[in-house]
């Protein structure tokens, strides 16, 4: 069930990057630029965060079981509407309400969380979360191959078939819920802000997620631009299969919630953020050397993977009964962030090249470091009774 459930999570969380390898590709066939280019991730997003505010928390109300395979069914359909959409306009629109209905694997996450053991909980959701960012570089690589092979339109048919499919199986396999607490929907939205109002925790923890989501994805949208120019000059197939170093980072950190069984969420994450500015500082003077430029993609996706598995199951053990709620509103921070990291992308990048976006990744990874410095004592939570 927990291979099951990272699996799903990782379509559900890849189907918002399927673009980011083609940005080059899709540019040049609708004849727009690379900035407009980069507003296509930005609006998707902006939905992802909207679909996550407004849908996710049901999750508390709901039955899951129910909820997930209908979202995914209507998320391949969205999917599909890319893959035949004629211009500029439709393709954001399309790519918008992917971002909106493709939330399952934020209800995923919190179910996982219910059904594990409080001894066990870091480790299943890093295990179930590790599959999300994992579906975030592995996109990159089969949308890279398949868009140089069949054409960038190829990836949504795709996308939306196996979504489809997922769907189905979840509908079959998930286990059955019963929802003993009737919650009106307004008063179920009003309750995200009332509990992270309650918990400064909560606060510092969505300030973190938010800084290191909007520094990953500014990371990965511009990397897209350095490695089609000189002196890389690669082929979409090529930036793709530069997922895989992603890749082997994801792996490597997805036993960071063990971190948190143990005690020692808070000075993990600490250590997190300290490699992320590390990676970005190698990143940066990389100069043309591809060998470091892998070096500094293995570290920053350690660094950020950990650190989200971190503050996902720090969040999970602060208010047990309402994380759908919480997870809503630490993906809402995160995808806002990314939001934002992704246009400063192409701004940065048409202003002044991978230098200056690289100082304005570490100026955003210095500030969540100065945020974990001064609130160390209140990222502190009980841990669970074993």
């Known amino acids: 069930m927990i291979l099951l459930f990272a699996v799903a999570v990782g379509v559900a969380v890849g189907n918002l990057y399927w673009a980011q390898p083609l940005l080059a590709n899709i540019a040049a066939a609708l004849n727009i630029s690379q900035s407009a280019a980069g507003i296509l991730i930005t609006v998707t997003q ?30 391949s359909i969205a999917l599909f509407g890319c893959g035949v959409a004629p211009g500029y306009a439709l393709l954001m629109l399309s790519l918008t309400a992917v971002g909106f209905l493709t939330i399952s694997g934020q209800l995923l996450i919190p179910l996982a969380g219910d059904l594990a053991t409080d001894n066990q ?13 994992t579906g975030i570089l592995l996109s990159r690589t089969v949308s890279g191959m398949l868009g140089d092979a069949m054409g960038w339109r190829s990836i949504y048919f795709l996308a939306g078939a196996v979504t489809l499919l997922l769907s189905i ?6 286990p059955r819920e019963r929802k003993t607490k ?29 800084c290191c989501f909007s520094v990953f ?3 990965w949208t511009s990397l897209t631009f350095l490695l089609s120019a000189a002196p890389y000059s690669y082929s979409t197939t090529q930036i793709g299969l530069i997922g895989f170093v992603g890749l082997a980072g994801a792996l ?44 500094a993609i293995l570290l920053i996706d350690i660094a950020i993977q950990g650190i989200n598995v971190l503050n996902s199951t720090r969040l999970f053990t602060i208010v047990p009964e309402a994380r759908s709620r919480l997870n809503s509103a630490f993906v809402v921070s995160c995808f806002l962030g990314g939001s934002v990291g992704s246009m400063l992308a192409g701004i940065l990048w048409q202003a002044g090249g991978w230098y200056l976006v690289t100082a304005g990744e570490l100026i955003l990874m210095a ?13 502190k939570v009980k841990q669970p009774v074993k």
């Open 252 to 295: 490597a950190a997805r036993r960071a919630g063990k971190l948190h069984d143990k005690g020692w969420s808070v000075a993990a994450t600490g250590a997190g953020l300290l490699l992320g500015i590390i990676s970005l500082v190698i990143a940066g003077v990389s100069n043309g050397s591809i060998y470091l430029l892998l070096l």
């Open 367 to 379: 500030v969540a470091l100065m945020f974990w410095i001064f609130n160390r004592s209140v990222l």
């Open 182 to 210: 009737a919650v009106g929907y307004g008063s179920l939205l009003l309750s995200i802000f009332t509990t992270v109002r309650i918990h400064r925790s909560v606060q510092i923890t969505l300030v973190l997620g938010a």
């Open 121 to 133: 909980r870091g480790h299943v959701i890093g295990s179930v979360t590790s599959g999300g960012l």
């Open 46 to 75: 902006l939905g992802y965060a909207s679909g996550v505010f407004f849908l996710v928390p049901l999750g508390d109300a709901l039955n899951r079981n129910r909820l997930i395979p209908v979202v995914m069914a209507a998320a």
């Open 169 to 174: 199986i979840l509908a079959l396999r998930l």
């Open 217 to 219: 994805t500014m990371f």
